[in-house]
């Protein structure tokens, strides 16, 4: 042993809190030279708040960080990419009217007397990509590719642009099994030149096939770090999900037991809906009394169906029908009226942050309250029933829905619908972004309503979200519907691959 | 904190422009003699009454987050209609249409409805920005004006409109009590109604709005047409209040009524603030206005400190709102 060169990254104590709610609990973190470092843990665990820390998104924290032994402390991205660092989002950030080889040298295209010479772009460009292993005419515009290859084209500019630590943020999240085996020879080759990744993903399976060495979270806690060739899936979920939430580890592990009601009414009929270019033909009977999950890759048409379903967006094609009436929704009321009730993706899309509990909660049965006058009192009495049956915290009904945390805001979120069950209740990814307890509280809450004679849609990217809750799963891809698995057991394995 | 501070907090959208109407008052009263009398009180709340009745429904429309820049042209446009439909003297040279006087006002009433109609269409079925479809709509009204009155000057309106801008009971003003009763019936309806509450839910987060089922475009399309209602009263009454009807009469209305609702604290983002905030912002608005004549400075150099005042307010707004929000 001659010399132990200091790694090129190394925290040490790293605490992080949001507004008294600890994120990082005193966290050490090395990354290693030419290592891919895969990270995973539930939502909420604390992952992504380190990752931010590292890429400079964050720059107040606890602790130490230094890159090949040189203590730094990142205030921003830029100073975080001058060091060496670069991520890749989930959501990419590429620029799809331009050509590849402009989003390759975006920020630093080469000039010759002020004016950009395509020519060195271009080739540079293409040796690049070549470099990489990457097949692509550097000329074509970026939002012909496919989401997979423009991922790519992003991993290779943050690497071009200097970086020598690259951060992956559920890279393999809407790439097809072909893609992700592309993406990870891509990413073996980085590895081979030195360079170092982390790989943080929710797919279990991906981050053992392409990691060297795992690291989990769990509470903001750092719970281990091991080879990844000494590990399995199920040592990753027990410890990514700690003990006694044996349902949930079902729907990691897989084999869920699918039980559908065949026999309860029709509460909405979908027959050949097409939308733009999203989706085309989707047909789809939801029961009383049953969950249908939706399954897709990130990009099938899943957010805009639901959208459609909640006439949000409009309909090219097809026909709809709730409780037996057609119908046709050209805006939310109008779906709201016909019994249809939609809860999307986002929390900050649904929810008013800076209005009390019970203003959140009363919004959609304002009229049924009265017709013409508000009657604060009652609204505040329904509110209260709420607060007490979900058990949100802190348990009055006043208090700014800003200041609750993430999970609670998402239970005001569906208790709005509650008051007067709607005949349909459509949900896009219900339980994005929630720690475990959260969670189950939420499929605890469908479930309710499920039994109570509701229909629900769950639309979900996330496997384990769609196999928690789900009665009857069908699987979504490129816009249309191309699997149902019903009445049998079914697995993550399964889903995935159908998709 | 103590609960008084967390109270003193949540109102802070309100107690800084109060603050500021004191310092104005009081500044005015000890900087001039004839400033602080009864009369001249009397006097601000009718100069403020136009404006006033403008700004009621350009609440509604910066509550939603939205702009309505053809409040004065609208205003102009009712104006100049009522007097078109009236008999005018024989030595008013317009081509006009003289009808009862009720027959007068019901179709002034119904143009700015219309206007505002147009207005409503135009952003909430084609989509084009509040901004830019009520610019269109403040050179269209004041095309609808040059027409109608072509650079002449129009002097007689109905009776009822002339009573109200013009007459008195008691002393007092009828303007100044149409201006308090549309300030009272804008409050009552933000604070108690169903659709107030879809104002303020529309304007603090409209796709939330829209996800919980509310009809956001038909919020929106009312707003703007209780905007142009609005001006359409204010105009009329206005020019009773004036005795005149002419082109470019209410130029200055759209920017004090857009002030006296921002100064209030209503927030230009939407969803904060209300009638109470603007009924202070009239008030700043006007005792500034009235103040400025009544102390001894350079008339020209007035122009110059009535921005400088207004920024300052706005300043000390942006700023007791930032306080607010942090803590």
Redesign the interface.
């Known amino acids: 042993m001659t010399e132990e060169a200091a790694p090129p990254l190394e925290l040490r104590g790293i605490s992080k809190s949001f507004g008294g709610v600890a994120a990082l609990r005193d966290v050490d973190f090395v990354l290693r030279r030419g290592e891919i470092h895969g990270l995973v843990g539930e939502n909420g665990a604390g992952k992504s708040t380190l990752m931010k820390i590292i890429a400079g998104l964050h720059g107040q924290y606890d602790g130490r960080m230094a890159i090949d032994g040189r203590p730094v402390h990142f205030r921003s991205p830029r100073e975080a990419l001058a060091a060496g660092i670069g991520m890749v989002h989930q959501e990419l950030s590429v620029v799809p009217d331009l050509t590849v080889a402009e989003n390759v040298y975006l920020g630093q295209q080469p000039t010759r007397g002020g004016i950009v010479d395509w020519r060195a772009m271009v080739d540079g460009a293409r040796r690049h990509l070549a470099d990489l292993g990457i097949d692509v005419d550097p000329r074509a515009r970026m939002g012909s590719l496919a989401i997979g290859l423009q991922q790519l084209i992003e991993l290779a500019r943050v690497l071009f642009s200097g970086a020598r630590i690259v951060i992956l943020d559920e890279p393999t999240s809407a790439l097809s099994p072909p893609e992700v085996q592309r993406l990870f020879e891509v990413l073996r080759g980085v590895r081979a030149s030195g360079r170092s990744i982390v790989f943080i993903s929710h797919f279990l399976d991906d981050v053992l096939a392409i990691s060297d060495t795992v690291t989990i979270f769990r509470n903001g806690r750092l719970i281990a770090t091991e080879a990844a060739g000494a590990i399995d899936k199920g040592w990753l979920i027990q410890r990514m999900i700690g003990r006694g939430h044996e349902e949930l580890e079902g729907s990691y592990i897989g084999a869920i037991a699918l039980d559908s009601r065949a026999d309860a009414p029709v509460v909405l009929g979908v027959h050949g809906l097409a939308a733009g270019r999203a989706f085309a033909d989707v047909s789809l009977d939801v029961r009383a009394g049953e969950v249908l999950g939706i399954y897709g890759f990130m990009g099938c048409g899943l957010i805009e169906l639901a959208r459609t379903l909640f006439g949000k967006l409009r309909a090219d094609a097809g026909t709809m029908s709730v409780g037996g009436k057609s119908l046709r929704p050209r805006s939310t009321a109008e779906a709201c009226r016909a019994g249809i009730a939609f809860v999307p993706e986002s929390r900050r899309s649904m929810l008013f942050y800076g209005e009390p509990v019970y203003k959140n909660m009363s919004i959609s049965v304002l009229g049924r309250i009265g017709r013409m006058l508000l009657r604060p009192s009652v609204e505040k009495d329904i509110a209260r029933r709420h607060v007490q049956s979900l058990s949100i915290r802190p348990p009055t009904v006043e208090t700014l829905l800003g200041s609750l945390s993430g999970g609670n805001q998402q239970k005001v979120a569906l208790a709005k619908w509650l008051t007067w069950p709607p005949k349909v209740l459509v949900l896009s990814e219900p339980t994005r972004g929630m720690d475990v307890g959260a969670k189950e509280d939420v499929v605890r809450i469908v479930k309710g309503l499920r039994d109570q004679g509701m229909g629900v849609v769950v639309l979900s990217t996330e496997p384990e979200t769609v196999l928690s809750l789900a009665d009857r799963i069908v699987v979504m891809k490129k816009g249309r519907i191309v699997h149902e698995f019903a009445g049998q057991t079914v697995s993550k394995d399964q889903l995935l691959e159908a998709a | 904190m103590t609960a008084m501070a967390v109270f003193l907090r949540n109102q802070m959208r309100i107690i800084a422009p109060f603050a500021t109407l004191i310092v104005l008052v009081a500044f005015f009263s000890l900087t001039s003699r004839s400033f602080a009398s009864l009369d001249n009180a009397a006097n601000i709340l009718t100069q403020i009454s136009v404006t006033g009745i403008i700004a009621v429904g350009l609440t509604f429309v910066i509550l939603c987050a939205e702009i309505d820049l053809s409040v004065a042209a609208i205003a102009n446009v009712t104006g100049i209609a009522v007097a078109y439909f009236t008999l005018q003297e024989g030595y008013v040279n317009i081509a006009n249409v003289p009808l009862p006087g009720f027959a007068a006002i019901l179709l002034a009433l119904l143009g700015c409805f219309m206007l505002g109609v147009v207005n409503a269409a135009g952003i909430t079925l084609i989509g084009i920005p509040s901004f830019i479809m009520t610019l269109a709509m403040m050179q269209i009204g004041a095309g609808i004006c040059a027409l109608l009155v072509r650079g002449q000057i129009a002097y007689a309106v109905p009776d009822l409109v002339s009573l109200l801008g013009a007459g008195r009971v008691m002393g007092i003003p009828y303007l100044v009590l149409v201006a308090a009763a549309f300030l009272l019936a804008g409050h009552l309806v933000l604070t ?7 104002v ?2 529309v304007g ?2 409209r ?12 919020v929106l399309g009312t707003v703007i047409v209780i905007s142009a209602m609005c001006s359409g009263v204010a105009g009329m009454l206005g020019v009773a209040h004036f005795g005149s009807a002419q082109q470019n009469e209410f130029d200055g209305y759209l920017l004090d009524a857009i002030a006296a609702v921002v100064v209030g604290g209503t927030s230009l983002f939407g ?2 603030g209300g009638i109470g905030n603007t009924i202070i912002g009239l008030l700043i608005l006007g005792v500034l206005n009235n103040g400025l004549d009544h102390i001894q400075i350079d008339s020209f150099l007035k122009i110059l400190i009535r921005g400088l005042i207004l920024l300052a307010a706005l300043i000390i707004n942006v700023y007791v709102q930032k306080v607010r929000d942090s803590a």
Request: glycine share 16%; net charge positive.
């Open positions: 108690y109604t169903r659709f107030g509450r879809y303020y839910m603090g987060n796709e939330a709005a829209e996800y919980a089922g509310v009809n956001v475009k038909l969803g904060r």
